[in-house]
């Protein structure tokens, strides 16, 4: 059985960036004549490298019984069809009437290149009788999410609150594969939801969360257009932003005294703070007023090209791989956090930590709203956001090279940091250690 690969956009979203497809003389649509080109077939099948276990599922039986010998039908790789051997026509469309693909068909698997929530419909005619017709719904059905091991903490937990809203906006029951890093914290906050070590695509449907930064529209939303928490409710069909969870603490507090948190690393050390000793700064600011600092990160050192980051000398080291419900505690305890764009601040964002952000390579929409994000718009920032350029593939989109590059953290002044630390004491209403009397 052949598979063919199918979509539910316009064919020429896919093919605009394939190079000298003008030389294919493919007309402008998505006949089966055009999907069949070797060219387009080889596209939609690279084009699903990007999902984990992407080979096993392709091939792995499709469990949905249709009552039909040879007929089978599933969701747990975007759409898959078996169609048996025989004079068959297959309609695919949605529940708002648009129709994506229609053609005769024998002895075939069809897989569409859309994994993410749609309101898929599918008709079957043998002939010129209609004898199958389903239309995707959730209610009542199992369904699985794997979690990408590639993706950062950051999109993990950005996805996290999706999950529940998943399963209660639709009806279903959820299976999510989650890495062993946050799977005891996920756990913890939805016990609702079964986590698991492994998944065999014998479910309704499967969804793959993933933070796509690229050309191609195999996902309804790319991260440098939406804040990095509404992308769950695209892949998900969810249409609102999810409380988040509502995390109980499973420890005490590691010290009685007052104290904050803060992170200095990031997914790229070029990610970081990099105005010179500037941590250092604010972490003698911090115990001035009677605070003790504890680092929280796992590495206490990072380097990328010229950039070194350390933990701060006069922060106390509380570095190391430790697991992240014990990180989600020590964050629930603090006063504070101050981070930046990393899985830290989503996690201490999780558990209702107030969060100073430092952070000038993306838009102030970018991640999760806090009052107290610090940039400096007053010089080249925002990159990662810029549809012009590609930040992950360029060392500084605009100025590598240059006396300016990464200006946009580089150029975020300590005075900014206390400035918005000052701003959060006062709108949290907290008094200082130094302030305090028995």
């Known amino acids: 059985m052949n598979t063919i690969f199918f979509c539910a956009r316009d064919v020429w979203d896919y093919l605009s960036h394939v190079k000298n497809v003008d030389r294919l003389n493919l007309p402008a649509d998505n006949s089966l004549d055009v999907l069949t080109n070797p060219t387009v077939q080889k596209l939609f099948r690279d084009l699903n ?21 040879g007929l089978r039908l599933d969701f747990n790789f975007g759409l898959r069809l078996d169609v048996p051997h025989g004079n068959f026509r297959v309609k695919i469309g949605d529940v708002d009437g648009q129709t994506f693909f229609d053609a005769k068909l024998s002895d075939v698997r069809l897989v569409s290149v859309e994994k993410f929530f749609i309101r ?6 043998h002939g010129d009788e209609k004898i199958f017709a389903h239309a995707f719904d959730l209610r009542g059905q199992n369904v699985s999410v794997i979690f990408d091991k590639g993706s950062g903490l950051g999109d993990k937990l950005a996805f996290l609150p999706y999950l529940n809203a998943l399963r209660e906006v639709h009806g279903c029951r959820v299976t999510a594969l989650l890495t062993a890093e946050l799977k005891e914290f996920a756990a913890h906050v939805y016990p609702q939801i079964d986590f698991v070590d492994a998944v065999n695509f014998d479910t309704y449907a499967t969804f793959y969360p993933q933070m796509i930064f690229g050309d191609f529209q195999t996902v309804p939303a790319e991260l440098r257009n939406e804040p990095l928490e509404r992308i769950g409710g695209a892949i998900f069909g969810v249409d609102f932003v999810p409380d988040k969870p509502k995390f109980k603490p499973t420890t005490s507090p590691v010290t009685a005294e007052p104290y904050v948190c803060i992170g200095v690393q990031a997914g790229a050390a070029r990610k970081g703070w990099l105005w010179r000793n500037g941590w250092n700064i604010v972490v003698a600011y911090l115990k001035s007023l009677g605070y003790r600092v504890f680092c929280i990160d796992r590495e ?29 505690n020590m964050l629930y305890h603090a006063e504070f956090f101050i981070g930046l764009s ?48 590609n930040y992950f593939r360029q060392r500084c989109p605009y100025h590598s090279g240059t006396p300016r590059e990464f200006e946009c953290q580089r150029k975020i002044s300590p005075r900014q940091v206390i400035n918005a630390i000052e701003r959060l004491i006062v709108a949290r209403k907290l008094i200082p250690p130094i302030l305090r009397t028995n």
């Open 49 to 69: 490298e990007i999902y984990p276990r992407h080979d096993e599922v392709l091939t792995a039986p499709i469990v949905g019984e249709t009552g039909i010998d």
């Open 342 to 389: 990393s899985g830290l601040s989503w996690l201490a964002e999780a558990v209702n930590c107030p969060v100073v952000m430092i952070c000038g390579f993306s838009r102030d929409w970018s991640e999760f709203y806090t009052p107290w994000r610090v940039a400096n718009r007053l010089v080249c920032n925002g990159c990662v956001n810029d549809m012009r350029v």
């Open 300 to 328: 206490n050192f990072s380097v990328d090209g010229d950039i070194e980051i350390r933990t701060p000398s006069n922060a106390e080291d509380f570095t190391g791989d430790l697991p992240i419900l014990h990180r989600a």
């Open 120 to 125: 898929w419909t599918v008709e079957i005619f």
